[in-house]
């Protein structure tokens, strides 16, 4: 019996430049992503010093050619990402995927729609990248179990905010009646907006109690408003602290050739989201 290669798995120049391109285990990996890295932020570094005019003015021929130049450098890195995946859809409709093409199209899309340049700050997303380009795998799998914590709170904290926009509306209509329209309190939705500044305890200042019993009334309010504060962050602690304390295992920075998932164990055989073998 003939062995007849696995679909998902690459040859040759390409299996060379998928482990430069998406993983950060090898020293050329590291390099090629630090590089990425240094662009990303100069490129957002231009983004900022473009938005002052006098610099702008004076130095707008060198801000034009240096954004080419990265656009051309991201779409380049694009292409390879797509032409080193067996499978480039799963790339392509991939969270990184997806941001990767939001830092390449502004510019091609400025050609055609004046403006759109101003998304250019999108940039700053695929700094996450930085994350796998350090291996601070300790910072994941505490972000994944973040992640369980709050979708394990949703229900909890659904409820808890349908009750403070009940207690809002309650104390806006208090408000309104307390202090009326001559003191700034014009309808009952400013009077709501009053509540959630107060409640809130941010606190504009844009409209205030101008009687005794206004300020008594908002100074309980406000105190009201740091035990409301404290809610959301009990129940996703209490999440945090239920959870599953299974030893850490450590993870390797492999990406998988077929659907470039990475953040598999350091031992696993075959991608644990698309089963192709690594």
Known sequence: MVDTPDKNTLTG??????????????????????MLIV????????VMLESVVTIETAYR?????????????????????????????????SGMGIIDLLAILPTWMGTIVPGANVFLSLRTLRLLRIFRILKLTSYVKEAAELQRALLASVPRIAVFVLGVTALVIIIGSVMYV?????NGYTSIPISIYWAIVTLTTV?????????SLGQFFA?????????????PTGIVTAEIVRGPGQAEKPVSTKACMACSAD????????????????
């Open 13 to 34: 120049w390409r299996r060379t430049w998928h482990e430069i391109i998406y993983e950060a285990d090898t020293p050329a990996g590291k390099a090629f992503d630090l």
């Open 39 to 46: 662009a990303i932020m100069f490129g957002v570094a231009l």
């Open 61 to 93: 021929s060198w801000f034009y050619a240096a954004e080419w130049a990265l656009t051309l450098l991201f779409t380049a890195e694009y292409a390879m990402r797509i032409v080193c995946a067996t499978r480039p859809w799963n790339y392509v409709l």
């Open 178 to 182: 307390i202090e009326g329209p001559e």
């Open 203 to 211: 606190g504009f200042g844009d409209i205030t109690p101008k009687t």
């Open 219 to 231: 100074s309980v309010v406000m105190l009201l408003g740091w035990g409301i504060l404290a809610v």
């Open 263 to 278: 953040g598999h164990d350091a031992d696993a055989r075959f991608c644990k989201y698309c089963g192709a073998a690594l």
